[in-house]
């Protein structure tokens, strides 16, 4: 058996380590968060003036640079904007939820007929 000091440096010596671990973790996580919290993200259809269908409150307007709009319905938020001649979709960074706030800091409205994508950040989760 150990004499009761060699308990007390290895137990020490644990929790060292284990906070080192939780700092690896923190940082990590904070590393993904950042990176996640920009990206592209699909507005919807505007077609002659107004919105089919959009993914932000934003009324019967477009969009607009630097404004920040609400999500409406839950949308991927992407590494890219899609890409032709195929519409090939950008990786998937994560999800902005519903209710979430995000600030425009780019729009393509030439993104396929009508279809409105946006680089986004996301300002409130």
């Not at 477009?62 to 950008?90: C, H, S, T």
């Amino acid at each position: 058996m150990l004499p009761r000091e060699d308990l007390d440096v290895k137990k020490t010596a644990k929790t060292e380590t284990d906070q080192s671990v939780e700092n690896i973790i923190e940082n990590i996580q904070k590393e993904i968060s950042e990176t996640t919290t920009a990206g592209w993200i699909y507005l919807g259809t505007f077609k002659e003036g107004k919105w089919q269908k959009a993914t932000i409150e934003v009324g019967n307007q477009m969009a607009e640079i630097g404004a920040a709009y609400q999500i409406m319905d839950d949308v991927y938020l992407r590494n890219k904007k899609p890409a032709f001649p195929l519409y090939k979709l950008g990786q998937i960074l994560g999800v902005v939820k519903v209710g979430e706030t995000i600030k425009i800091m780019e729009i393509d409205e030439d993104v396929g007929k009508n279809r409105v994508w946006a680089k986004v950040a996301i300002t409130s989760r």
